[in-house]
């Protein structure tokens, strides 16, 4: 498996320079590489470790330790509930429930066909408006349990 | 609204037809600072923000130009500038709209502060989550470069410098500054220990960095719109600028509002501002400066003496929003995060729920820190579940007491302070609870589990 497209290796040679110390590009490559396959498999921490002249355990260690990095495959939308006070304050603990029963799965599942997987996050600094979940990369405001329902009826027919 | 709201760093935050485009900051007066700024000498700059008394925003509230001022000079290494854009103080919303509705205004205020502390080049490190804001910012920074604004020879002055936006990954710890250096270096964000490490003289690749919050970093850009001292005449002496208090929880409005230091009470955000709280609710308790901050009850009496000598006898609508008021009052402002609870609150489980965070979030380098939020943790967790110990109260601020200054970095206190401030203000919820469940638990009926809402 070629670890990344060409586009995203073209970025990859125009970021590594701009840092004063390659290992710097650690992140940013990791995150490259989860944007196209969804998570980081060994062979990719290998090709960042190799790219940056470190060894594997120097990348290893970063990929688990940043919450953000996955390891394995998930479903097709990854959906975070923040689960922090102001949120939790705003009903967050019953919006995550609804999620579970429309998708299905408990938290830090994916849903058995494959639609998303569930995950209780921290503050996503958007306290105001709790509770406060984030599908991929779009965040949504004030979800309440018919909220998260919708949302999940959205992702069903494909239109989120 | 009674009181109304002083502008100055969110002056075009919501106004109808403001953009995040360049041409639209431009119309507005965007990059005259700057302009201002390539004419003066960097140490001018430097003692301007000096005079201002901007004290930073991220947190700890240190004056901006007296870090700037420990920067080691001599060594000759580079100077590195990074902005923290990690935002993942609980209860703290304020930078992503900044960087979402107005990102130029925080280049401006970058580039300002790089050419006068004569930055090598700039970072934004920005929390991973913030998808969105970082393709803004990366634009913004295009259109900046563009104009010549920032990269090579900025407006002709011979001074060059890049921004570099640097995404994290969903650990909080990223926000604490050497935390945050050893991220950007592509490491684990272990907290290093000062000293030595004060970033000042040993920062971004053992070179002179200044970390400053982005806030911190606008304000910059006014304080040379506007020279040092008239800044240091909004707020009062010691507390000058403006704060953006981001309010969240049990009101009617939450959200942002900017206000000169020591403008408003408490009372007069969350009443006057917020729109009180839901009806037929009471006060409880409010967070004044995110999780971190300790707690503070609606019923109790705040006395002491302040700086200036004089004494002061607050209750909690009294208390003026400002640093060392809320200092005063035995918490602080930190990133300007209100949480406010109503009676409807369970404070066990209000606490359970910020154990969780903590628990969540500790990098593991300390064992005090990394054994001892988790079983703050498994302490509070039970408690809410119904399964408490008779002695779990006495537990708890035995354990938090042993975290306390015994850590690297400030995550420690960040976790302990909670603990220690609701058990200190709200003892008799906690021993209630904790005897009554341990009373039942010792009969023949099984535990009972509790339906909880926070936790
Ligand atoms: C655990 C911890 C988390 C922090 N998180 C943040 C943060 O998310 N954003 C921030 O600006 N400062 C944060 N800080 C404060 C920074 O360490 C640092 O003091 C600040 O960025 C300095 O900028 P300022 O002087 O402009 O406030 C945190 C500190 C600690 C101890
Ligand atoms: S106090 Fe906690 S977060 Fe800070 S360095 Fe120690 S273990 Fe890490
Ligand atoms: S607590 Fe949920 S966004 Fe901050």
Redesign the interface.
Same mark, same amino acid.
């Given at each position: 498996m070629a670890i990344l497209n060409d586009e995203n290796l073209a970025k990859v040679d125009k970021l590594v320079p701009?840092?004063?110390?390659k /290992?710097?590009?650690? $992140?940013?490559l990791?995150?490259l590489i989860q944007e196209e396959h969804g998570y980081i498999s060994n062979e990719a921490v290998e090709w960042v470790a190799e790219r $940056?002249d470190?060894s594997p355990i120097?990348v290893y260690?970063?990929v688990t330790?940043?919450?953000?990095?996955k390891q394995k495959p998930g479903g097709k939308y990854a959906v975070k509930v923040c /689960?922090?006070?102001?949120c939790?304050?705003?009903?967050a603990?019953?919006t995550c429930k609804a999620f579970e029963e429309a998708l299905g799965c408990g938290l830090d599942q994916t849903s058995e066909d494959k639609l998303a997987s569930l995950e209780f996050?921290?503050?996503?600094?958007?306290?105001?408006?709790?509770p406060v979940v984030?599908v991929d990369?779009q965040m949504f405001e004030g979800v309440d349990e018919n909220g998260a329902r919708k949302l999940v009826e959205k992702m069903r027919e494909g239109t989120l | 609204m009674a009181i109304k709201e002083h502008r100055l760093i969110f002056k075009n935050i919501d106004v109808e037809g403001y953009t995040n485009d360049i041409a639209c900051y431009e119309k507005n007066g965007g990059y005259a600072d700057l302009k201002k700024a390539i004419g003066m000498k960097p140490e001018e700059i430097c003692s301007e923000v000096m005079d201002s008394g901007v004290r930073g925003r991220g947190g700890a509230g240190f004056p901006a130009g007296m870090k700037w001022k420990f920067l080691d000079r001599k060594s000759g290494k580079?100077i590195y500038l990074v902005c923290n854009a990690d935002?993942?103080?609980?209860?703290?919303?304020k *930078?992503?709209q900044i960087i979402h509705k107005d990102p130029h205004q925080l280049i401006e205020g970058m580039m300002i502060a790089a050419y006068a502390i004569q930055a090598k080049?700039a970072f934004i490190y920005i +929390?991973?989550?913030?998808?969105?804001g970082a393709r803004i910012l990366e634009r913004a920074i295009e259109e900046a470069r563009e104009k010549g604004y920032l990269g090579d020879d900025i407006l002709g002055s011979g001074y060059s410098c *890049?921004i570099?936006i640097?995404?994290?990954?969903?650990?909080?710890i990223c926000g604490e500054e050497t935390g945050l250096i050893e991220?950007?270096?592509?490491? +684990?964000?272990y907290p290093r220990i000062k000293p030595p490490y004060f970033p000042a003289a040993l920062g971004l690749?053992q070179c002179p960095t200044i970390v400053n919050n982005v806030e911190t970093l606008c304000d910059v850009k006014h304080v040379v719109n506007m020279g040092g001292k008239a800044f240091s005449e909004i707020g009062t002496p010691g507390n000058t600028g403006t704060r953006i208090w981001?309010? =969240?929880?049990?009101v009617q409005k939450?959200?942002?509002y900017e206000f000169p230091c020591a403008a408003l009470t408490l009372g007069e955000l969350i009443y006057d501002v917020c729109g009180g709280l839901l009806p037929g609710r009471s006060l409880k308790a409010v967070?004044p400066g995110g999780?971190s901050s300790k707690v503070l009850r609606a019923d109790e009496r705040f006395t002491g003496k302040l700086k200036d000598g004089s004494e002061f006898d607050w209750g909690i609508e009294d208390i003026p929003m400002d640093f060392d008021s809320l200092m005063a009052a035995g918490s602080m402002s930190g990133s300007g995060?209100v %949480?406010v609870?109503d009676d409807t609150?369970d404070m066990v489980e209000?606490l359970a729920? %910020?154990n =969780?965070?903590y628990a969540?979030?500790s990098?593991g380098q300390c064992t005090p820190c990394r054994e001892g939020v988790q079983w703050m943790k498994k302490v509070t967790g039970r408690m809410s579940r119904g399964e408490a110990r008779m002695e779990d109260v006495e537990l708890l601020r035995s354990i938090a007491g042993q975290i306390e200054g015994r850590t690297i970095c400030a995550f420690g206190e960040a976790a302990s302070w909670p603990v220690q401030s609701f058990l200190a203000k709200f003892n008799d919820e906690f021993v209630a609870k904790a005897k009554q469940q341990a009373e039942r638990n010792a009969g023949s009926e099984a535990p009972q589990a509790l339906e909880?809402?926070?936790?």
């Amino acid at each position: 498996m070629a670890i990344l497209n060409d586009e995203n290796l073209a970025k990859v040679d125009k970021l590594v320079p701009k840092y004063p110390e390659k /290992r710097s590009a650690t $992140l940013p490559l990791l995150h490259l590489i989860q944007e196209e396959h969804g998570y980081i498999s060994n062979e990719a921490v290998e090709w960042v470790a190799e790219r $940056l002249d470190l060894s594997p355990i120097n990348v290893y260690e970063v990929v688990t330790f940043y919450p953000m990095f996955k390891q394995k495959p998930g479903g097709k939308y990854a959906v975070k509930v923040c /689960r922090t006070l102001s949120c939790a304050l705003g009903g967050a603990y019953k919006t995550c429930k609804a999620f579970e029963e429309a998708l299905g799965c408990g938290l830090d599942q994916t849903s058995e066909d494959k639609l998303a997987s569930l995950e209780f996050v921290e503050c996503h600094a958007n306290c105001g408006r709790a509770p406060v979940v984030m599908v991929d990369e779009q965040m949504f405001e004030g979800v309440d349990e018919n909220g998260a329902r919708k949302l999940v009826e959205k992702m069903r027919e494909g239109t989120l | 609204m009674a009181i109304k709201e002083h502008r100055l760093i969110f002056k075009n935050i919501d106004v109808e037809g403001y953009t995040n485009d360049i041409a639209c900051y431009e119309k507005n007066g965007g990059y005259a600072d700057l302009k201002k700024a390539i004419g003066m000498k960097p140490e001018e700059i430097c003692s301007e923000v000096m005079d201002s008394g901007v004290r930073g925003r991220g947190g700890a509230g240190f004056p901006a130009g007296m870090k700037w001022k420990f920067l080691d000079r001599k060594s000759g290494k580079p100077i590195y500038l990074v902005c923290n854009a990690d935002e993942s103080e609980p209860g703290t919303f304020k *930078d992503r709209q900044i960087i979402h509705k107005d990102p130029h205004q925080l280049i401006e205020g970058m580039m300002i502060a790089a050419y006068a502390i004569q930055a090598k080049l700039a970072f934004i490190y920005i +929390r991973g989550e913030f998808f969105e804001g970082a393709r803004i910012l990366e634009r913004a920074i295009e259109e900046a470069r563009e104009k010549g604004y920032l990269g090579d020879d900025i407006l002709g002055s011979g001074y060059s410098c *890049d921004i570099l936006i640097h995404r994290g990954a969903g650990a909080y710890i990223c926000g604490e500054e050497t935390g945050l250096i050893e991220s950007l270096e592509g490491k +684990r964000p272990y907290p290093r220990i000062k000293p030595p490490y004060f970033p000042a003289a040993l920062g971004l690749y053992q070179c002179p960095t200044i970390v400053n919050n982005v806030e911190t970093l606008c304000d910059v850009k006014h304080v040379v719109n506007m020279g040092g001292k008239a800044f240091s005449e909004i707020g009062t002496p010691g507390n000058t600028g403006t704060r953006i208090w981001c309010v =969240s929880g049990h009101v009617q409005k939450p959200g942002y509002y900017e206000f000169p230091c020591a403008a408003l009470t408490l009372g007069e955000l969350i009443y006057d501002v917020c729109g009180g709280l839901l009806p037929g609710r009471s006060l409880k308790a409010v967070i004044p400066g995110g999780s971190s901050s300790k707690v503070l009850r609606a019923d109790e009496r705040f006395t002491g003496k302040l700086k200036d000598g004089s004494e002061f006898d607050w209750g909690i609508e009294d208390i003026p929003m400002d640093f060392d008021s809320l200092m005063a009052a035995g918490s602080m402002s930190g990133s300007g995060g209100v %949480i406010v609870m109503d009676d409807t609150t369970d404070m066990v489980e209000a606490l359970a729920n %910020i154990n =969780s965070f903590y628990a969540h979030e500790s990098c593991g380098q300390c064992t005090p820190c990394r054994e001892g939020v988790q079983w703050m943790k498994k302490v509070t967790g039970r408690m809410s579940r119904g399964e408490a110990r008779m002695e779990d109260v006495e537990l708890l601020r035995s354990i938090a007491g042993q975290i306390e200054g015994r850590t690297i970095c400030a995550f420690g206190e960040a976790a302990s302070w909670p603990v220690q401030s609701f058990l200190a203000k709200f003892n008799d919820e906690f021993v209630a609870k904790a005897k009554q469940q341990a009373e039942r638990n010792a009969g023949s009926e099984a535990p009972q589990a509790l339906e909880t809402t926070l936790i």
